[in-house]
Nanobody, 125 residues
């Protein structure tokens, strides 16, 4: 059974930090580019970041560049999102998602084979 499970969400004050993790099972993790996608209240899904199969390439949405860092440990089937300088507009449910496409082609919200259940991040105004 394929599973993607996110951890690490919570309530954090503006300017604070959180580290999300996503643990995968049931598929060959290191054959997949991995993305973070978020759903902001009242809006559609927003792509946040993607990391290539090996971790050698990363891409970010403009609104998180310089604040968020994506990484992965293939030996542990885990991906991370270090979020610094959090803002109220970062409040969302954050999902991890796996794509067989190359990372540069997995920068949207529809390119994925597997999704996690999401973890809530709340940054009060």
């Amino acid at each position: 059974e394929v599973q993607l499970v996110e951890f690490g969400g919570g309530l954090v004050q503006p300017g604070g930090s959180l580290r999300l993790s996503c643990t995968a099972s049931g598929f060959s993790f290191d054959d997949y580019a991995m993305s973070w996608v978020r759903q902001v209240p009242g809006k559609g899904l927003e792509w946040v970041s993607v990391i290539s199969y090996t971790g050698g390439s990363t891409y970010y949405a403009e609104f998180v560049k310089g604040r968020f860092t994506v990484s992965r440990e293939n030996a542990n089937n885990t991906m991370y999102l270090q979020m610094n300088g959090l803002k109220s507009e970062d409040t969302a449910v954050y999902y991890c998602a796996a794509s067989r496409r190359p990372a540069a082609q997995a920068m949207g919200v529809e390119e994925y084979d597997y999704w996690g259940q999401g973890t809530q991040v709340t940054v009060p105004a």
